[in-house]
């Protein structure tokens, strides 16, 4: 057997051998009947050669191929990966994805980004699409990282970066929990339409910046020039692949906030469907890299929520997005699978037109790297149940769950209550909105609402006043505020129901301490039409010398003891006590007023106090809790109405012995 025909057989024959010459079978036999001593010494020889050749033209025994997820060390330009992502309902389709280097950030934040050319499905006409992010890619079968950045708005070339799956995982801390902040996001009082517009763009959009801010930050190891650009300018253009947020059920004047305040901003607002199940078939199937995911911020009778891709899964550990959804740390949302009805070709920016169904588990981090959550139950969500009563229409019921979030919390809250008042009910014009409600606190009591809101644009009046001690309690420094649910009662008429405070008087202008003095006051309507209340004034037994008697409307009462209070509530208490003592719209307030000094001292109200004592607390504001007052309210009363009132007056009272 030659050297030659052994390689064949080593490398082409396996499990068989060569042939036999058999041309001098005589020679053979012959020597087969009569062997010697010598020729088995030969043929053992040979034999020997035979099996040591062998051996020693044997290849190596190859390396068991490398597993598990491919370091950013071992990238190379050339490679060719595979992606995995939804086109249309949850059927995962293949694309390539050609590698053309490795983007590092060399300041600030210190990440590399895969740079790389997709290929593949609807890819050459769509560009880079919203609701990829996240997708997988796989180089010999072992997982590079997420598709997660894009050249932008208005770029059909399907250029991508791809965040490392190292950098992924490193960024998904379960253990940590996010701390009360006032965040810049929260909303502001008193709300407007333009401020809720400015608190949504920051809530949504602060995270939305390049992956690097200059072209000198980047080291592009092996990415030459694309595009008619550097690799150092391709890594300033990239940003976060937008995201498709999806609505469902709102009407076209919230849609329209919405889109407005978020299109721009790495968020592509979509309207579709309500939640619902998923296709049959689907529910039970388990999770995969690739599928479609969503996460919820409202639930119910409206929907809310952004789209991307599931990259890994790692026990019951989901990794997704490959950038951040909101960048808020640690979260409590829920994550819900999601179904791609089509996608939507677009110069602007292509997107996948998709509607969550069934929640799958929780979103626990929202890292600048990816979003991370664990599969399972869902968080406990806060449930809000509104009715609509109407003077034209029949009582109409509605039910909404929002996420448990500082910033979240209140601005959902208020998208989904001003969405249902103008879906039902007129929203320019004259009209008018009287507001009932609980909003149940755990361990904390409740915050009870009733007011009247009445103008051309009552909605927002009326969603801010629900809104506004939501944001004041989750923005608290002193101790977490768990609301348990919401429960509100609104009741519309299409008229403008204000009434004007027009004069008010004393039958006496002296009293005796201790005595009662009737107070009349006279309220004139939007129709004209006059309104005689008497109010009974008694009089302390310790007053003396001249008081005022103050009359006011909620609305002017409220800036007043804004402009005196002087200090803050020191805890959830005060915050509770004064949210629901605050002035209403719809009364009239009477306040009894001597010139004695007064104090608010760590948070609390102190009235008429000794020269001594105010001594004691002027002279130790070592706290910082000490506002002092120059009046002291000695009587309070107040009138209930059925109209938004406004005005004020002011009587003088002389109290002393006749």
Request: charged share 15%; glycine share 10%.
């Amino acid at each position: 057997m030659t050297r030659k025909h052994f390689f064949r057989y080593n490398q082409n024959s396996i499990g068989t051998f060569p042939p036999i010459d058999t041309s001098n079978t005589g020679e053979v036999a012959a020597s087969r009947a009569a062997p010697t001593h010598h020729m088995k010494f030969r043929s053992l020889t040979l034999a020997a050669a035979l099996v040591a050749l062998a051996v020693a033209t044997l290849p190596a025994a190859p390396e068991p191929p490398a597993t598990g997820p491919m370091p950013v060390s071992e990238i190379r330009p050339g490679m060719v990966g595979i992606g995995q992502t939804v086109f249309h309902g949850t059927h995962l389709s293949e694309f390539k994805a050609h590698i053309l280097g490795v983007l590092s950030d060399v300041v600030g934040p210190r990440r590399d980004l895969i740079l790389a050319r997709l290929e593949g499905g609807p890819l050459a006409d769509t560009g880079v699409i919203a609701g990829m992010s996240g997708s997988p890619v796989y180089v010999n079968g072992r997982l590079i990282g997420a598709v997660s950045y894009s050249l932008g708005t208005f770029s059909k070339e399907p250029i991508a970066g791809i965040t490392p799956i190292a950098e992924m995982t490193a960024s998904a801390d379960y253990s940590t929990r996010r701390p009360v902040s006032a965040a810049a996001a929260a909303l502001r009082l008193p709300l407007t339409r333009a401020g809720v517009a400015r608190a949504l763009r920051e809530a949504f959009v602060t995270w939305e910046r390049p992956f690097a801010d200059d072209p000198t930050d980047v080291a592009a190891g092996g990415v030459g020039r694309l595009l008619g650009m550097s690799g150092g300018q391709i890594g300033a253009m990239l940003r976060p692949i937008a995201t498709p947020l999806v609505m469902g059920g709102f009407d076209p004047s919230t849609t329209s906030l919405l889109r407005d305040s978020l299109r721009g901003g790495g968020f592509i607002p979509v309207a579709a469907g309500g939640a619902g199940p998923a296709p049959a078939g689907v529910a039970n199937r388990p999770l995969r890299p690739g599928d479609s995911i969503g996460v919820n911020l409202i639930s119910g009778d409206l929907q809310l929520g952004a789209v991307g891709t599931v990259t890994a899964i790692d026990g019951t550990h989901v990794y997704a997005f490959g950038h951040p959804l909101y960048n808020l740390g640690p979260t409590d949302f829920p994550m819900l699978r999601a179904y791609v009805y089509a996608i939507l070709p677009s110069l602007y920016s292509s997107m996948k037109l998709a509607a969550t169904t069934d929640v799958i588990g929780t979103l626990q981090q929202d890292r600048a790297t990816a979003i991370s959550g664990t599969l399972g139950p869902g968080p406990t969500l806060i449930p809000i149940h509104v009715t609509l009563k109407s003077e034209r229409a029949p009582e109409r019921t509605f039910n909404f769950q929002v996420v448990r979030d500082q910033v979240f919390t209140p601005l959902m809250t208020y998208v989904s209550i001003v969405n249902t008042l103008g879906s039902y009910e007129r929203q320019y014009g004259a009209a008018t909105f009287e507001v009932k409600g609980t909003a149940t606190l755990k361990g904390q009591g409740a915050i009870h609402f009733e007011d009247l809101f009445t103008g051309d644009q009552p909605s927002v009046g009326a969603a801010s006043y629900i809104v506004g001690p939501l944001t004041f309690l989750l923005k608290n420094e002193y101790e977490p505020v768990e609301i348990q649910g919401l429960n509100i009662a609104i009741t519309s008429t299409e008229e403008p129901r204000t009434a004007t405070l027009e004069r008010v008087w004393l039958d006496a202008a002296r009293a005796r301490p201790g005595s009662t003095v009737p107070l009349k006051v006279l309220l004139r309507t939007y129709r004209g039409d006059e309104i005689i209340r008497t109010v009974p004034i008694t009089v302390p037994t310790y007053a003396t010398g001249r008081l005022s008697v103050i009359v006011s409307a909620g609305a002017r009462l409220a800036q007043v003891e804004q402009r005196q209070a002087g200090s803050q509530p020191h805890t959830v208490v005060q915050m509770i006590r004064e949210l629901n003592n605050a002035p209403k719209n719809n009364r009239l307030y009477i306040q009894l007023v001597s010139p004695e000094a007064g104090a608010v001292v760590n948070g609390e109200r102190m009235q008429a106090l000794p020269p001594s004592v105010m001594d004691v607390l002027q002279a130790d504001r070592s706290t910082g809790s000490f506002a002092p007052l120059s009046t002291a309210t000695i009587g309070e009363w107040e009138i209930s109405t059925d109209y938004a009132v406004s005005g004020s007056r002011v009587l003088s009272l002389n109290v002393g012995e006749d």
